[in-house]
């Protein structure tokens, strides 16, 4: 374990340990001032996390622009998952976390007093590493979301008083299903169990669910990594899709990958900390830090 010296937020300088292999070198404010013509869809500012007395990030600032994509990358522990999780306040699960700085969501502090945190996730909805699909139906599992906030009511008393969302349920599983490019695979079977679907499937069956409450922002937490090599191909092609209509932000550790499909892309390294960010093809091709180099170049990670 190095040490390197870097800026921190108030101008000074101070020191982190650097994984072996990694250069010592000041990191610069404008390796990470990334400017973009899109409106603002979420902005950090001064972020720590502590778990404990450990610190997972150190201070990171970064707007993201909406409808586009943003890929997180760097070694194992550098702090992406825990940066991803505070972008919808998932972090306030963990009793040890504390959190310190700003997040917004079109301007608005998410972590003020008053926030409805149930509101917050439907608006900021997330995809896990693993897929998750619950021991329901396909058809269920989309369902689950609306049903559960009470914008579908397709229960037995609805059903006998004549007003059963059934119809209006069954559009929303197909509009969902389509926009997760799972429907021409699934359409004939809506009833059977999810568990049933390969494991490509079931991650894409996690993403209609979470297109099932509108939301306005999409976090993936190394959405592909336990997939095979068509499945993940699948995957990539629908994050382009859903770039369209949905912020995304995606914690990836296949830089390959953040190549092809982001638009922009931070690069987190030791000690929590925000080394670079920028346009995609910039950051890969022509990094203006030298750790950032070695990163993307495999000489450490």
Known sequence: ?????????????????????ETDERVRE????????????LGV???D?????????????????????????????????TFLRCLNRMNDRVSSARIDGSVTLDGQEIYQDGVNLVELRKRVGMVFQSPNPFP??????VAYGPEKHGDLDTGVLARLLG??????????????????????????????????????????LCIARCLSVDPEVILM?????????????????????????YTVVIVTHNMQQAARISDQT????????????????????????????????GKFG
């Open 163 to 204: 007003r059963s969302d059934e119809e209006r349920r069954d559009e929303l599983v197909e509009r969902c299903l389509r926009d997760a490019a799972l429907w021409d695979e699934v359409h004939d079977r809506l009833d059977d169990n999810a568990l049933g679907l390969s494991g490509g499937q079931q991650q894409r």
């Open 266 to 297: 931070a690069v987190f390294l030791t000690g929590g900390e925000l080394v670079e960010y920028g346009d995609t093809d910039h950051v890969f091709e022509s990094p203006q830090s030298e750790r950032v180099e070695d990163y993307i170049t």
């Open 136 to 141: 329901k139906s396909i058809r269920e599992n």
């Open 30 to 41: 404008e390796w990470r001032d990334y400017s973009f013509d899109a409106p603002t869809k």
């Open 45 to 47: 500012d001064d972020l």
């Open 49 to 81: 996390v502590y778990y404990g007395d450990d610190r997972a990030l150190d201070g990171v600032s970064m707007e993201i622009p909406e409808k586009s994509v943003t890929a997180l990358i760097g070694p194992s522990g550098c702090g992406k998952s």
């Open 221 to 245: 937490d190394e959405p592909a990594s336990a997939l095979d090599p068509i499945a993940t191909a699948k995957i990539e092609d629908l994050i382009a899709e859903l770039s369209e209509e």
């Open 1 to 21: 374990m190095s040490e390197t010296t870097h800026t921190t937020t108030d101008g000074t300088d101070s020191t982190v340990g650097t994984t072996t292999g």
